[in-house]
């Protein structure tokens, strides 16, 4: 799969975060989180009920904008590893998304295969799959 254009990198102020949908590519959801001069990105896919981090647009950090944060339960995420420092998922991960910066731009690059390579891919699971 080709690359996507996501977003200007001056489109994300520090301290910022922003979703993004791609449902056309029958994917989970991503969103970049910025800090300082660089930009972050994962699945939006808490580990812990593997539903996205956002009850509000945009919604992904913690008020001192210093973890990422879940709005379920609260877990909180350390923003440059995706890794939960609290909650309920404490010691599982976000999954990192490939980006890079390129002329003041921010790609998703070869999205599927790269995340299959590192054995990190996982979908959300269906209703179906869901207990109960
Ligand atoms: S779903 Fe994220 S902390 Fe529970």
Redesign the pocket.
């Known amino acids: 799969m080709p690359r996507r254009r996501l977003c200007e990198f001056d489109a994300l102020g520090d301290g910022e975060a922003k979703g993004f949908d791609t449902d056309d590519l029958d994917l989970p959801d991503i969103f970049l989180v910025r800090k300082g001069d660089e930009i972050f990105g994962y699945l939006n896919d808490?580990p812990?009920?593997n539903?996205p981090?956002d009850l509000a647009p945009d919604k992904f950090l913690s008020r001192d904008k210093q973890r990422i944060q879940?709005s379920?339960?609260?877990?909180r995420f350390a923003i440059e590893t995706g890794k939960c420092n609290f909650?309920?998922?404490l010691g599982q991960a976000l999954t990192a998304i490939p980006i890079t910066v390129e002329d003041n731009v921010v790609w998703l690059e070869d999205y599927g295969v790269r995340l299959a390579e590192r054995g990190q891919w996982r979908l959300t699971p269906t209703p179906s799959d869901e207990p109960g």
């Open positions: 808490c812990h009920w539903i981090l879940c379920n339960h609260g877990a909650g309920q998922c």
